[in-house]
């Protein structure tokens, strides 16, 4: 059973937080670019983001699954990884998706907010490159460096 919770947690991972990683990195590009294609493109990648972000909460789900299955819940790479994809989770729903919205409702101008949100999408991308280092060096367990 551990085997099939691990396989669907990191297929989870894959095909649901890189989606986001990659539509929220190209977004901020398409939202500054003028023209009805630019905004279509940038409400497609917003769209990807949210619906994504809604089937992201199996990546955890399974993750914690997974981490009960093999008896490390307690250990510190793994409460360090569940507080990291918290941070990255509240990042995108409080912040991504809200500047998100309000880029499409305004005009393309000012290079302001979506350099802003560039930035914004630079820290999630971090926080869950952090979350991949940590699930295959998992310092400190039997296994781990």
């Known amino acids: 059973m551990t085997a ?8 989870a991972a894959i095909l649901v ?7 929220a990195s190209a977004f901020p590009r398409h939202a500054r670019e003028p023209g009805p294609e630019a905004a279509g493109r940038a409400a497609f990648l917003h769209r990807i983001c949210r619906a994504y972000a809604v089937a992201g909460v199996a990546v955890p789900a399974f993750g914690i699954a997974t981490g009960a ?11 360090a990884s569940l507080a990291l994809t918290a941070g990255a989770a ?20 000012e290079p302001g907010p979506a350099a802003r949100l560039s930035a914004l999408t630079g820290i999630f991308n971090l926080l869950w490159a952090a979350v991949v280092v940590l699930m295959i060096v998992r310092p400190g367990s039997s296994t781990g460096a």
């Open 4 to 11: 099939f919770l691990l396989s669907i947690h990191v297929l």
């Open 17 to 23: 937080v890189g989606p986001i990683a990659v539509a």
């Open 69 to 79: 299955s093999l008896g490390v819940l307690g250990d510190a790479w793994l409460l």
């Open 90 to 109: 509240g990042l995108l729903a409080a912040a991504i998706l809200p500047a998100q919205r309000r880029l499409l409702a305004e005009p393309p101008g």
